[in-house]
């Protein structure tokens, strides 16, 4: 190979790495910014609970008359209605009935169902057709029954899985949890239970 040759190898290998190491520090070429991932808001964020039962009247020497609240947080949720699906102990509770409250202004009762002898609930309300979805904290129903006995016994009344808030601008149930309730008839406290057991999935 002749000295030529070698010279014209040599000044292309040296040329090669000076264009190398050009781009590698050339400041008109930064490196891209990391990407920063957001995690994404759940749209689930309504909360139904139960709040503290009271004894209203006595309809007769052996039961009493109870007014149950029905409470909602929404979050952002732009509520447009509720499907309240729950259980109760017919052996105990008994002249069971569900009534809005003016969560909703013009509430809507889109179904009623009790059934007295499962202890079954199924009460679904909502908007009037030309209202707009509701958010805040509120009393959203009332549930009112009757104790079969005067004798202090404990019981409880739950929401079923196919419980569900519906909100403007979304095609799922946006509620988050609901909370269950046990208490004692024949006395006014009560100790709401803080177990979640209505998670959408």
Request: without cysteine.
């Amino acid at each position: 190979m002749s000295k030529r040759t070698l010279f014209l190898i040599f000044a292309l290998f040296v040329i090669t790495f000076v264009l190398l190491i050009i781009t590698l520090y050339n400041p008109s070429n930064p490196k891209p910014a990391p990407i920063v991932t957001v995690p994404k808001e759940s749209v689930e964020q309504t909360i139904l609970s139960f709040g503290q039962p009271v004894a209203t009247s006595s309809s007769s020497v052996t039961s009493l008359t109870y007014s149950l609240p029905i409470t909602i947080t929404t979050g952002k949720n732009k509520v447009t209605a509720v499907q309240l699906e729950m259980q109760y102990d017919p052996q105990v509770l008994t002249n069971v009935s569900i009534t809005p409250s003016v969560f909703f202004k013009n509430p809507e009762i889109l179904l009623s169902q009790i059934d007295e002898k499962t202890g079954r609930i199924t009460y679904a309300f909502g908007v009037g057709l030309k209202d707009q979805g509701v958010t805040g904290e509120a009393v959203i129903a009332t549930l009112s029954f009757e104790a079969k006995t005067a004798t202090p016994r404990e019981t409880s009344i739950l929401f079923l899985p196919k419980t569900l808030v519906t909100a403007e601008g979304l095609n799922q149930s946006v509620l988050k949890q609901a909370n269950n309730i046990q208490f004692t008839i024949g006395e006014i406290t009560s100790t709401p239970s803080a177990t979640p057991v209505v998670e959408p999935n």
